[in-house]
T-cell receptor
């Protein structure tokens, strides 16, 4: 079975620019998560979708971050405008039952 | 509030046994997870405990005590490829709350 796909794998932008990340979960997985992992830290949940509805976005900085999962499959996470502290790896994960989560390879974002 | 704590770094010898401890505090608890993360890679699932006791899966075992807010991951017959970060996480509601991870170095 194919794993969670993410693109791009790496992105370098200047502060105040915009960036978007894409995630395609494992087929059949209704739940999709976006995490932010800063170097030396564990992943922090940004947003969780159940099909195309938001379950939890309490830690998403909504003034600059947005995410959507329009058809209940693929998802896009956007940052606009980016700040230096947004430099991190952005991980997408999916699960069938909200328990065991399968992570994608991540997108490493560097904001200069 | 919610909190999770685990040691930052550990070192062990190839072939030995190592125990990585994790303590947590949360008002809502739906289970305790351990993930392995090699440098530059995504976390991969190792174990899940929802009831007290020991869960064994090959060389890896995980223990949970809900009354003490305590878990450990036990790795036996250590191999060089076990050098990685080990992330402890509790499930509260539908959200996984991760610790900062324990970086394990296995030496020859």
């Amino acid at each position: 079975e194919a794993g969670v796909a993410q693109s791009p794998r790496y992105k370098i932008i200047e502060k105040r620019q915009s960036v978007a990340f894409w995630c395609n979960p494992i087929s059949g997985h209704a739940t999709l998560y976006w995490y932010q992992q800063i170097l030396g830290q564990g992943p922090k949940l940004l947003i969780q979708f159940q099909n195309n509805g938001v379950v939890d976005d309490s830690q998403l900085p909504k003034d600059r971050f947005s995410a959507e999962r329009l058809k209940g499959v693929d998802s896009t996470l956007k940052i606009q405008p980016a700040k230096l502290e947004d430099s991190a790896v952005y991980l997408c994960a999916s699960s069938w039952d909200s328990y065991e989560q399968y992570f994608g390879p991540g997108t490493r974002l560097t904001v200069t | 509030g919610q909190n999770i704590d685990q040691p930052t770094e550990m070192t062990a010898t190839e072939g030995a046994i190592v125990q990585i401890n994790c303590t947590y505090q949360t008002s809502g608890f739906n289970g305790l997870f351990w993930y392995q993360q090699h440098a530059g890679e995504a976390p991969t699932f190792l174990s899940y405990n929802v009831l007290d006791g020991l869960e064994e899966k090959g060389r890896f075992s995980s223990f949970l005590s809900r009354s003490k807010g305590y878990s450990y991951l036990l790795l036996k017959e250590l191999q060089m490829k076990d050098s990685a970060s080990y992330l402890c996480a509790f499930l509260s509601g539908y959200a996984l709350n991760f610790g900062k991870g324990t970086s394990l170095l296995v030496t020859p």
